[in-house]
């Protein structure tokens, strides 16, 4: 927005709490308060409060029709499954070796979930070395560079509280020797939040109170940006995307990559099989003929515990956040306004006002999920992953899916390498892989083939 406008905007929505403040500001504090709104879409959040009112309006389990299992890939058990991987494997390499793919990490998030300062990515998590999440990722993307002798341009999506801490932490580390122009950061917009009966809130002297725009922000964000026009412009066709949360996400993984092609697919999503009926997350599914992924808590009770004939769960295939997106389908749902819906988060919020008095605060805060673009595209794939080799995130401080389950599931997935390579590993060893050592299981047998190795104890292998 030009900022001569936005005084006006205000007046026109009834913001006369902001003009009353605004007024009283000298014009230098006018000059900088403006400043800070000039990038916020405050006519879309106005819209978007009047969308979501009143705020008993039908849920989306309510709206849902004719709901039935997608088709998923499953893991493979049969000769002629095998086969239909391996070569999902080599058309996925060809992509890699023929300079087609991106990697795009999410992380806009801040630790503070984990008792950690700072962006999530940062936060230490391998078991021996204490890696942070960034690290592992940059490491695989370094391996697979090497391994299919290309550059995979790594790309970071930020936010604005953890942007500047972001770039400074690669900066520090050399970026991992990744080479600095093969990484892109980039923000996610934010959108203020906004009272029930349609107020916006004064964070500070200078801003309004804003949350980031959702994880879908993140296809938006790549578009305005102009990093999405450079990847086109450079021969790029696909983008790997996962978040930052999870330190086990098999990065660019070619099998996946190659179901995608072989599907001619615009999204593809790597599921794994719910744990329970009470497992909170998200399913992936057709409705109204088109793939979809709907989250637990809009799927009514009867859909998340609906069984097959034989007793297993009916809507089995749980989102893992791990997708591949076609670039132009990216700039499709881009060209013509953001195509991605919007969601409503009431919550109540603590807050502290101008003068460092904290109070709490109902508000609507407004989100997109990335997964929305799944019943966008004119093809989707899903493929079964299992749990224990792919999927561990850290979003908990303790309980499930904390730190110590991921450093767990790592362990024990290196631990199965080794066992597999046909060496004996003393159950209380604590063992870490670089991923500049093997990325997979066949590359660390094939490296300790002939080793002479004796494992007694906790070993870290690179």
């Known amino acids: 927005m030009r900022k001569e406008d936005i005084p006006g905007l205000f007046t026109r929505y009834g913001q006369h709490h902001i003009m009353q403040y605004f007024k009283g500001l000298a014009p230098h504090e006018k000059n900088l308060f403006l400043k800070n709104l000039e990038k916020l879409d ?3 959040v ?4 009047k969308k979501f009112s009143p705020a008993d309006r039908t849920s989306f389990s309510e709206e849902i029709m004719a709901i039935k299992p997608a088709p998923v890939i499953t893991i493979p058990e049969t000769d002629k499954e095998k086969e239909g991987e391996r070569k999902a494997r080599q058309v996925g390499e060809a992509l890699l070796r023929d300079g087609k793919v991106a990697v795009l990490i999410v992380a806009g998030g801040q630790g503070s979930r984990l008792g950690f300062e700072g962006p999530k990515g940062i936060f230490k998590i391998s078991p021996i070395e204490q890696k942070p999440l960034f690290q592992l990722f940059a490491e695989q993307i370094k391996a697979l560079s090497k391994r299919y002798r290309t550059q995979i ?13 972001t770039v400074q932490f690669f900066e520090s580390k050399d970026y991992f020797n990744l080479g600095r122009e093969t990484l892109h950061f980039f923000r996610q917009d934010m959108l203020p939040a906004i009272t029930p009966d349609g107020n916006l809130v004064l964070q500070n002297n200078f801003r309004l109170f804003t949350n980031p725009n959702g994880h ?38 070619p099998v996946f990559l190659g179901y995608h092609a072989i599907a001619n697919a615009e999204v593809s999503t790597k599921v ?10 998200g399913v992936y599914l057709s409705c109204k003929g088109k793939d979809a992924i709907v989250e637990y808590s809009d799927l009514s009770p009867e859909y998340m515990s609906a069984l097959d004939g034989v007793g297993n769960i009916l809507y089995w295939a749980g989102n893992t956040a791990i997708h591949i997106f076609s670039l132009p389908f990216i700039q499709r749902i881009n060209d013509h306004g953001f195509a991605l819906p919007y969601h409503c988060a009431r919550k109540n919020t603590d807050l502290t006002d101008r ?5 709490s605060l109902d508000v609507w805060k407004f989100e997109t999920f990335v997964f929305d673009a799944i019943p966008l595209a ?3 794939c ?12 850290v979003k908990n401080r303790d309980g499930s899916d904390s730190p110590e389950t991921a450093r767990s599931a790592m362990v024990e997935l290196h631990r199965s390498w080794l066992r597999k390579a046909g060496f004996d590993v003393p159950p209380e060893a604590t063992i870490e892989i670089s991923p500049l050592f093997a990325l997979d299981e066949e590359e660390c047998i094939q490296k300790l083939r002939n080793s002479n190795t004796v494992i007694h104890g906790d070993t870290y292998i690179e």
Not at 225 to 252: H, M, R, W
Not at 382 to 393: C, D, H, K, T, V
């Open 42 to 44: 405050l006519e879309l």
């Open 272 to 281: 794994v099989r719910r744990r329970s009926i009470e497992e909170k997350v």
């Open 382 to 393: 899903g493929m079964e992953i299992l749990r224990e080799e792919e999927f561990a995130p």
């Open 216 to 253: 879908g922000g993140s296809l938006k964000a790549l578009y305005d940006s102009g990093v999405l026009e450079t990847l086109l412009k450079e021969g790029f066709t696909e983008l790997y995307y996962c978040q930052v949360d999870n330190p086990l996400a098999k990065i660019a993984d």
């Open 153 to 165: 341009p790594l790309l970071i999506m930020t936010s604005e509280e953890n942007h500047d801490e």
């Open 378 to 380: 004119q093809r989707a």
């Open 355 to 359: 003068n460092g008095k904290p109070s």
């Open 46 to 49: 106005f819209g978007l409060h």
